[in-house]
């Protein structure tokens, strides 16, 4: 089985600063690995995915995420956060390889930007 | 690129009716499409997968008979909320698998039910 999770459920940050949003996962199989952005009342918009080469994978909106198999980790970031970042994130977590290969989600972690 | 296009975006109904949402893939077709719930402040609860031309499967605890899933074609999943309830009002959203890697989400249905 498959699972996702996401340390801490809030993130406050500065406008500017660095935003980090972590993400480890439990996999049996090579993962592919998933960074959604949610605005209220919408669905997901992908921010970026990792399935196979590459371990650095640049997204939409300034941000990246890296793969990292030894710490089961796929942590999020942006260099300089912006108003406009204030949302919630989920990272996720599928196997296409399975049946219905469907996605496993995190909890969800709520970024907050200060001017 | 992918769109799903969900409909309705908000739907009030009075207790004991049903409703249906519709989940259409635009400019691709989508083999699985997958259904899930989602309440306030709360990560996404997978509620079925649904395959065109068979029958979903859902997860457990969710009431087959109370979400009923079709897949009728390659472009569109249907899931209607039979006789509902208050305890049904959530937000509803569908996801269509697209290949090869993909995931495409609707922009979701804001049910609420008095």
């Known amino acids: 089985a498959q699972s996702v999770t996401q340390l801490g459920s809030h993130v406050s940050v500065s406008e500017g600063a660095l935003v980090l949003l972590r993400c480890n996962y439990s996999s049996s199989v090579p993962p592919y690995l998933f960074w959604y952005v949610q605005y209220p009342n919408q669905g997901l918009q992908l921010l970026l995915k990792y399935t196979t080469g590459a371990t650095l994978v640049k997204g939409i909106n300034g941000f990246e995420a890296e793969f990292k198999k030894s710490e089961t980790s796929f942590h999020l970031t942006k260099p300089s956060a912006h108003m406009s970042d204030a949302a919630e994130y989920f990272c996720a977590v599928s196997d296409f390889r399975a049946a219905g290969n469907k996605l496993t989600f995190g909890g969800g972690t709520r970024v907050l930007v200060k001017p | 690129g992918a769109v799903v296009s969900q409909h309705p975006s908000r739907v009030i109904c009075k207790s004991g009716t049903s409703v249906k949402i519709e989940c259409r893939s635009l400019?691709?077709?989508?083999?699985?499409m997958f259904w899930y719930r989602q309440f306030p402040k709360q990560s996404l609860m997978l509620m079925a997968t649904s395959n065109e031309g068979s029958k979903a499967t859902y997860e457990q605890g969710v009431e087959k008979d109370k979400f009923l899933i079709n897949h009728a074609s390659l472009t569109l999943s249907t899931l209607t909320v039979t006789s509902a309830h208050p305890e049904d009002s959530s937000f509803y959203i569908c996801?269509?698998?697209?290949?090869?890697?993909?995931?495409?989400f609707g922009s979701g249905t804001r049910l609420t039910v008095v």
């Open positions: 996801s269509a698998r697209q290949e090869p890697y993909g995931y495409t």
């Open positions: 400019d691709f077709q989508a083999t699985t």
